[in-house]
């Protein structure tokens, strides 16, 4: 514990220990890819394990983490909010960040990357369109064209950061197959790579077939990292829950990566819980089951036959029946525990923290706000929320649609 202790200042630094393994999670992880992907995926991890080896790709990104993005973000104690429920709360303030999510944390891992690897063009497929942003402005800071994937559903519910990905320079192409969201977006997407190979695919979340978990993890966890420190700076002691909504699981990793192995701290995973039954919700480990499905082997909604569905939540970001095999390992043995959120609840975590701190969070982040509002209610507990993202592309739309 010597190492984190009371430090004045709050240091930028990724996990190393996310590293020591394969990208298999217990049973769940690996790559189902078909055989064209096999190589451009094995030089990826190759890249990869090598550049986090490697001192002046560590020094880059984490200028790049400070003086681009802005971190480290603020741990914040949300003092209105703690009173309301009951427990002593802070916020980890990810809305922060440069371009408004955590996902921005991922994005320049990954275009440095990219850059080492010569790519001469950037794929990537967004949801609620925070990666698409993040990834678009991660191309423009590097010069490397980018074509961005959206499915219309999700282009009409997030139109400012349509605008957004546009006025970078992205490239956008929207996609009408299926139900036009995210999980469609991401089979055409992976379409053009198996036809591009030499593009450089930009993983959005801790998905997809090895090495992307890892990956993911890995730029995700400083997060965990610096809350850890800023917590014991500010109240000399660990949390007692931290609690992170899951679309497809990297803010949460980023969150939880930080206290995996202190086992008295609990962990909370909000699950996009759509109207909270089987045919509507995005909620993949309480309605899922393990199943291969974009690449990793992993928790997924699917129908009776085990096929597949089309995941359904308010919030665009955790509208996706896949999720990280690291968070399914979690789940089943018992580290973390994970709860639907339903869009009403979700609704009013919105407004409650807009309200009683001025802080207007992403729908995605709402979902955390509210189950630790439920878990923490006249508990005295000392909690940790991670505040995913800012919710500007919210506050236009009719949440009741
Ligand atoms: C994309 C997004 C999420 C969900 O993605 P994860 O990979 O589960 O973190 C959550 N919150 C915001 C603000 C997002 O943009």
């Given at each position: 514990m010597e190492t984190t202790t009371l430090k004045q200042n709050v240091e930028v630094s990724p996990l190393s220990e996310m590293l020591n393994h394969n990208g298999q999670y217990g049973d769940y992880g690996g790559s189902y890819v078909p055989p064209v992907l096999a190589k451009p995926l094995e030089r990826l991890a190759d890249t990869?394990?090598?550049?986090?080896q490697d001192s002046s790709f560590i020094k880059e990104y984490i200028y790049l983490l400070k003086q681009y993005v802005g971190r480290p973000s603020p741990l914040y104690y949300a003092k209105r909010l703690s009173e309301h429920i009951g427990s002593t709360i802070y916020l980890k303030r990810e809305d922060l960040n440069h371009t408004g999510s955590h996902k921005i944390n991922n994005t320049i891992g990954q275009i440095l990357v990219a850059k080492r690897m010569g790519a001469k063009e950037i794929i990537a497929e967004t949801g609620a369109g925070q990666h698409g942003v993040a990834t678009a402005t991660a191309a423009a800071l590097m010069g490397i064209p980018c074509?961005?994937?959206m499915g219309?559903?999700?282009?009409?519910?997030?139109s400012l950061n349509v605008s957004r990905i546009k006025l970078l320079g992205a490239e956008l192409i929207p996609t009408e197959s299926g139900t036009a969201t995210l999980k469609d977006a991401v089979d055409i997407a992976l379409g053009y790579y198996?036809?591009?190979p030499d593009s450089f695919y930009l993983l959005g979340s801790q998905v997809g077939p090895h090495p992307y978990p890892k990956m993911v993890g890995y730029f995700q966890s400083v997060i965990g990292q610096e809350a850890r420190q800023q917590i014991l700076n500010a109240e000399g002691r660990l949390p007692q829950a931290i609690f992170a909504c899951i679309g497809g699981g990297s803010n949460a990793i980023g969150l939880f990566s930080g206290f995996l192995n202190d086992k008295e701290v609990e962990i909370y995973g909000a699950e996009g819980g759509g109207e909270a039954h089987e045919g509507n919700t995005a909620a993949t480990i309480s309605f899922g089951k393990p199943a291969v499905f974009q690449g990793t082997y992993s928790y997924c909604l699917v129908d009776k036959d085990g096929n597949?569905?089309?995941s359904h939540s308010i919030a665009a970001g955790l509208d996706y029946p896949g999720i990280s095999p690291?968070?399914?390992y979690l789940n089943d043995t018992k580290r973390a525990s994970y709860y639907p959120v339903t869009d009403e609840a979700a609704i009013v975590g919105f407004k409650l923290l807009s309200q009683l701190e001025g802080i207007t969070p992403a729908i995605e982040s709402s979902h955390a706000i509210a189950l630790a509002a439920k878990i923490l209610k006249n508990k005295e507990m000392l909690a940790i929320i991670n505040l995913s993202g800012r919710g500007d592309k919210d506050v236009d739309r009719d949440l009741n649609e």
């Open positions: 990869f394990n090598s550049l986090v074509k961005i994937f219309a559903k999700d282009i009409k519910r997030q198996i036809e591009h597949p569905v089309e690291q968070h399914a």
